[in-house]
């Protein structure tokens, strides 16, 4: 691989550790893990493969728009990151508590909407949210690494933009295979209720939002001391995963791995077991 290409690919790799939205890595995590009631490990993992790829898209597009944007002249993405953070942190605390008391909203058409949005948008639009609030962290990186012409002339280059994209999909879509295949042994092998499967993964959802709230609600607030000591011990986690990411780990592994994970995904789909027949087939059988 190139050495700019590899760089891009690393850049991508480690921009999903960012200290600025890395905490939504537990929030990606739970929301693979939790699935939907029902699902056979092949559903579990061809979702969490689309999915991936969804956010993955979400997250670098942000970067290449916001690029673009700067680069015309605006400057009031940097006023508005802070209040996006507090209100994405806010939305995962409470999408966390519902899942965590097991409590389900009222059966409105605004909130059915929103339902039916969600799944079929929310794995993108969670990845929209991911590179919005790592804007701040991540796009000097971004730009780096999409090549100098940017800078001149206003570009981007498309092979560096798809290096960088290939580098942090692999980062979610690994994380997003281990906690479909975690998912689907805790609900079979293990025999763990959905419900509370349901709940872990609410616990994890809520306190991704609460250190989502606290980082971008010290730049609106103010910080106390022990807001600090949390804050400083995520940034020294961030700081490690982004170690192991750029020095432990080669692009070819992390290519290597999201080759797996598709071929992963395409095995259980192809040998997933045939659904049980319905009652009103077996009776006309």
């Known amino acids: 691989m190139e050495p700019a290409l590899a760089f891009a ?12 939205g890395f905490a939504l ?14 699902e056979g490990a092949a559903r579990r993992v ?3 493969v689309t999915g991936g790829l969804a956010t993955t898209a979400g997250f670098v597009g ?16 940097g006023a508005v990151l802070p209040w996006a953070g507090v209100a994405l942190g806010g939305g995962l605390m409470a999408a966390g508590a519902l899942w965590l008391f097991d409590l389900r909203l009222p059966g409105l058409p605004v909130v059915n909407s929103c339902r039916r949005a969600s799944e079929r948008f929310g794995a993108f639009g969670f990845g929209l949210s991911y590179g919005f609030i790592s804007l701040s962290c991540s796009l000097p990186v971004f730009v780096a690494a999409a090549g100098a012409a940017f800078a001149a002339e206003g570009a981007l280059s498309v092979t560096n933009v798809l290096a960088y994209l290939a580098g942090a999909a692999s980062v979610l879509l690994v994380i997003a295979l281990i906690a479909a295949v975690s998912g689907a042994a805790a609900l079979g092998g293990l025999g763990t209720r959905g419900r509370g499967l349901r709940r872990f993964s609410g616990a994890l959802t809520a306190l991704a939002g609460v250190y989502v709230f606290l980082y971008w609600g010290q730049l609106l607030f103010g910080d106390a001391p022990w807001m600090r000591e949390i804050l400083d011990r995520g940034g020294t986690l961030s700081a490690g995963l982004a170690r192991f990411l750029s020095e432990g780990v080669s692009p070819a592994a992390l290519l290597l791995a999201l080759a797996g994970a598709m071929l992963l995904a395409w095995w259980l789909w192809q040998f997933r077991p045939a659904p049980e027949p319905r009652s009103s087939d077996a009776h006309e059988t």
């Open 62 to 77: 942000v970067f290449a728009v916001a690029a673009l944007v700067i680069g015309s002249g605006a400057a009031w993405l």
């Open 25 to 38: 890595l537990p929030a990606w995590f739970a929301r693979q893990l939790a699935g939907r009631p029902g």
């Open 9 to 20: 690919f690393t850049a991508g790799a480690v921009a999903t550790v960012n200290p600025c």
């Open 46 to 48: 061809l979702r969490a």
